[in-house]
């Protein structure tokens, strides 16, 4: 099974975590309330404001933690409690692609096709393998009743030992 490569034009460009997109135009609000609203949520400030900060900056990857940063960078003022609803119900409707690391951690990513990725474990940075990059000879059969609807890899590095 071969990972399918999405073309350029599918994705914006790829982002390091938390990096801002320069001379990216913002969506308006209008726009926002649109996304959240064909995706079956109500806009509500709270949502809005996320929305702005995670569409806003390219294609990313975000944890509850960062992203309730950088909303109180920008002076919103709401409970890290509301940061992991909204990003629940934003990957839930298919505006996020929510992806298990280990443990309790979890990022979301606003790129939401297939594809794999590359953890630095010293730093917790998440970022894209290039499309096309991974390949599966095979997959075990899935256990009876049930049929295989995707594969994530995350491919963990560290710095070279000297």
């Known amino acids: 099974m071969t990972h399918v490569p999405s073309t350029s034009a599918d994705r914006a460009p790829t982002r390091p975590q938390g990096a801002r ?24 400030v709270q949502r809005l404001s996320l929305c702005g900060l995670l569409f806003g900056n390219g294609d990313r990857h975000v944890s509850a933690e960062a992203l309730h940063a950088e909303a109180r960078e920008a002076g919103l003022r709401m409970s890290l409690s509301t940061v992991y609803n909204a990003l629940n119900q934003f990957a839930g409707a298919g505006l996020l692609r929510e992806i298990a690391v280990q443990g309790p951690r979890t990022y ?40 295989i609807v995707g594969c994530d890899v995350i491919i963990r590095l560290r710095k070279k030992k000297r």
């Open 21 to 44: 997109g320069e001379g990216a135009s913002r969506p308006s609000e209008s726009e926002l309330k649109t996304k959240l609203r064909d995706a079956g949520l109500r806009p509500t």
């Open 108 to 147: 979301f990513h606003t790129r939401t096709s297939p594809h794999h990725h590359f953890m630095d474990e010293s730093t917790g940075r998440m970022f894209d393998a290039v499309d096309g990059s991974v390949e599966f000879a095979r997959l075990p059969a899935p256990p009876e009743g049930m049929e």
